[in-house]
């Protein structure tokens, strides 16, 4: 018997670590890592203050030349506007090394938008969620768990113009917000490379 809970003890000290792990790293129909960053104004926000809602992600960066493209087409502000902002909440996240609250600040001024700009400098929170373009995008259900990770759109170099490109999020969004499943859960993120702190 002994020995028993010795293969047992030890089992289990096996696979402790790659549990804790995997609730670490951003997946698909799992729990969407935690987090607590500050915006662009010093406000804090965390994941878990906004449970109850849908939340998007939008990795950013106003360097990049596909995000200004975006912004000038006013897709991120368009797509946010057509909600109920007591039911979704957008947070872009800034992991550019270089970035800097004031900067940010200046963005959002130009740009005209409501949402916060969370800076992530360290790059901590990026890799959490393996973001790796400006624009990548998630969509969080309103119990915490990801139900949507990749691109904005179907239109990667801005070049459709006999019909609209198909966006992601929205349906993401809508899906959700009518208790249905998400169309498409995963898709190819395409922009610039994040600008991780090296």
């Not at 000290?13 to 010093?42: H, R, W, Y």
């Not at 949402?115 to 992530?120: A, G, I, K, N, T």
Request: charged share 20%; hydrophobic share 35%; aromatic share 10%.
């Amino acid at each position: 018997m002994k020995n028993l809970f010795s293969a047992v003890a030890l089992s289990l000290s096996l696979v402790s670590p790659v549990v804790a792990f995997a609730a670490e790293t951003a997946q698909v129909g799992k729990p969407a890592p935690a987090f607590t960053l500050k915006d662009e104004s010093g406000k804090e926000h965390s994941l878990a203050q906004y449970k109850g809602k849908v939340v998007v992600l939008e990795w950013t960066n106003p360097d990049c030349p596909f995000v200004k493209r975006h912004y000038t087409a006013n897709t991120m502000q368009k797509t946010f506007g057509g909600y109920d902002a007591q039911k979704v909440v957008w947070l872009a996240v800034d992991s550019t090394a270089t970035n800097a609250p004031d900067k940010s600040a200046a963005w959002k001024k130009e740009k005209g938008f409501t949402y916060p700009v969370l800076q992530d400098p360290s790059g901590q929170v990026g890799k959490q969620y393996a973001a790796k373009t400006t624009p990548h995008m998630y969509v969080i259900d309103a119990q915490g768990v990801l139900r949507y990770e990749g691109a904005i759109d179907d239109d990667p170099r801005g070049s459709k113009k006999d019909a609209a490109p198909t966006n992601y999020v929205k349906g993401a969004v809508d899906a959700l917000l009518s208790g249905k499943p998400v169309p498409s859960a995963t898709t190819e993120a395409y922009g610039c490379s994040v600008k991780y702190k090296s």
